[in-house]
């Protein structure tokens, strides 16, 4: 028996909520991350991209800027990117820095 099969490229992940869930919707599942590119009804079968490169919310304000090539965490208490790794899961890398002002930041996901 083959110790693994193909079975598609990964940019994509099966994902069936128990709520109904909204197209941008950040969704954690253990240590993997994923976004909801079309909106998911409950119970139903649906995609979570987990590759790509996406505009995550941000908090704003002074200490919050992200500098190109940081790792970047999902907050998921707060719904917002961050830089904080504790209790935070990794993202993937920040690709265009993000001032204090900014309310988004741009990630290239990769975990």
């Not at 193909?6 to 969704?27: C, L, N």
Request: glycine letters at 12%; one cysteine or more.
């Amino acid at each position: 028996m083959a110790e693994a099969i193909f079975r598609h490229d990964g940019g994509s992940i099966d994902y069936t909520p128990s709520a109904d869930v909204a197209a941008g919707d950040v969704i954690v599942q253990g240590e993997l991350v994923g976004v909801a590119k079309l909106d998911i009804k409950a119970g139903t079968l649906g995609a979570l991209a987990v590759t790509g490169v996406f505009d995550f919310a941000k908090a704003t304000g002074g200490g919050t800027a992200i500098t190109a090539g940081a790792n970047v965490y999902w907050d998921d208490t707060n719904n917002v990117a961050t830089t904080t790794a504790t209790g935070n899961k990794l993202i993937g890398k920040c690709v265009k820095a993000a001032a204090d002002a900014d309310a988004t930041v741009r990630v290239r996901m990769s975990q």
